[in-house]
T-cell receptor
């Protein structure tokens, strides 16, 4: 069974700090990796995707990929209360498989 | 630019009944995927349609079936509903298939309750 694992949290981070979210995947054939944000009662929305080893930055968000360690992470700089949500990590070799999500809470 | 639209928003059914959920993909997208999301869980992949054919399937029984129409819209059908089928059903669209995985764009989902 191909899996994507995330710590369910909740992860509590003070406002203005860096939030670090982590994810591991089991399928070494995975080529594409995604981070989605899901507010309670809403559908997932795409934050970032990454295909190559290394870092990819977009505004306050940085995705990091290490294929050798089968590890993906998302850093959120200058965390805001509006960043409080569940963050879903996903990996794909052909179909996109999601983890169960990490609940992030930004405390003022 | 129209996003992914799903209908209905909410649905209540009785055990043993059948249900059909509908989805129109984002403008310009041609691939539709369906996911089931139980409370507190991540989305679970049901299947994916491209060029009116089921291309990928997750670990769901044959009670779950689907269809894609020439205009790229899609339906998800679930027969012989069980209490455990209660969940948020998400439709997601993307562009292309078989040439690397493109990001999914999700609709607002259909909340199905089976009593």
């Amino acid at each position: 069974q191909k899996e994507v694992e995330q710590n369910s949290g909740p992860l509590s981070v003070p406002e203005g700090a860096i939030a670090s979210l982590n994810c591991t995947y089991s399928d070494r054939g995975s080529q594409s990796f995604f981070w989605y944000r899901q507010y309670s009662g809403k559908s997932p929305e795409l934050i970032m995707f990454i295909y190559s080893n290394g870092d990819k930055e977009d505004g306050r968000f940085t995705a990091q990929l290490n294929k050798a360690s089968q590890y993906v992470s998302l850093l959120i700089r200058d965390s805001q209360p509006s960043d409080s949500a569940t963050y879903l990590c996903a990996a794909s070799e052909s179909k996109i498989i999601f983890g169960s999500g990490t609940r992030l809470s930004i405390r003022p | 630019d129209a996003g992914v639209t799903q209908s209905p928003t909410h649905l209540i059914k009785t055990r043993g009944q059948q249900v059909t959920l509908r989805c129109s993909p984002k403008s310009g997208h041609d691939t539709v995927s369906w996911y089931q999301q139980a409370l507190g869980q991540g989305p679970q992949f049901i299947f994916q349609y491209y060029e009116e054919e089921e291309r990928q399937r997750g670990n769901f029984p044959d009670r779950f079936s689907g269809h894609q129409f020439p205009n790229y819209s899609s339906e998800l059908n679930v027969n012989a509903l069980l209490l455990g089928d209660s969940a948020l059903y998400l439709c997601a669209s993307s562009l292309g298939w078989g040439q690397g995985t493109k990001p999914l764009h999700f609709g607002n989902g259909t909340r199905l309750t089976v009593t």
